[in-house]
């Protein structure tokens, strides 16, 4: 079993390749931003025409505030778009439409990975908000009372199944976009080459995401195990 400055070790290693993972894919955005596409098409009028292309004429395409917090919500059925990508006509813009409205087909037909991960969405959101308090008093009270780091271990393992599950869904989704992208003719040759790579980089952080929140559950696990046996 790896000690527990084996996991701290492994912690740091992972942190930092996030941290590196996160600055290459601002450097990606960037340079893809600033590269239009031959179509003209802002960001959201590639999401409106991928929404028309497949059908979903109940699905709205929004503007939202901030930078990369481009999403898809079921609940609303709302393709909502950071001002960046939704004015912009450039390669990144493109992308990351057609990657929020691989989501919305995704939803249309039902693929199951986006409904298990929806259905899990609630459970989530109160294990994340659980899980900074829990973490304090499990170590504090790890001697005395085990049963509180156990409810810990439980809080993370619903965190990590969902990042774990959200890893086919993202990959799904850009590729849905791609495939898109390359049919319709709004990315051509190093356009569609460029979209595939800001895709790519913007899934590694997930992965980075996920492989960080195993590693902290793991970590969990060999503290409540070293604790029952001494």
Sequence with gaps: MISYYGYMALAGV???VGLVISQKLKAKFSRYSAMPTSSGLSGSEVA????RHYGLYNVQVV?????LSDHYNPLTRTVALSEAVFHNRSVAAAAVAAHECGHAV????????????????????FSAMAQQWLLIIAFVTLNTMPQIML?????????????????P????????ALAWLDSSGITRGAEHEGAK?????????YVSAALSSLVMLLFLILRYIGANDR
């Design 197 to 205: 790579d800001a895709l790519y980089w913007a899934a590694l952080t």
């Design 169 to 176: 869904v993202e990959f799904d989704a850009s590729r849905r």
């Design 63 to 67: 503007e939202t505030h901030g930078v």
């Design 14 to 16: 992972l942190s930092l």
């Design 48 to 51: 409106r025409e991928m929404l």
């Design 151 to 167: 409810i810990t271990i439980i809080a993370f393992a619903i965190t990590t199944v969902f990042s774990l599950i959200t890893l």
């Design 106 to 125: 995704q939803h249309a037909q039902a693929y199951k990975m986006l409904q298990l991960r929806s259905q899990l969405v609630p459970v989530v959101n």
